[in-house]
């Protein structure tokens, strides 16, 4: 597992769109996946049935790649962004 990640759990990110609405997403941690040392899924939120919207895989040194199609480059380093410096508030 990747050290000092601070996402370790299911969380929801706000995802300013480039094209279209904004709209929150589910992100997950992936713990059974080892294609990197943290994988997280990511889906659309909110709905009975969400639809999957590809995922961020990280190694050690916490670079990630985005696996997927249906975001933008930009949207993806929000994604990427919201992972690695997210804080659970107590």
Partial sequence: MINNA???KDARAWVKRQQGRDEVISIRLDQECEDAAAVFQLYT???ADPDYMGRILFDA????????EM??????????KFIINY???L
């Fill in 6 to 8: 601070f996402l370790v």
């Fill in 61 to 68: 040194q916490k670079y990630w790649i985005y696996d997927g």
């Fill in 45 to 47: 939120a909110y709905e």
């Fill in 71 to 80: 975001l933008t480059v930009a949207e993806q380093e929000q994604v990427a």
């Fill in 87 to 89: 804080r659970e508030v």
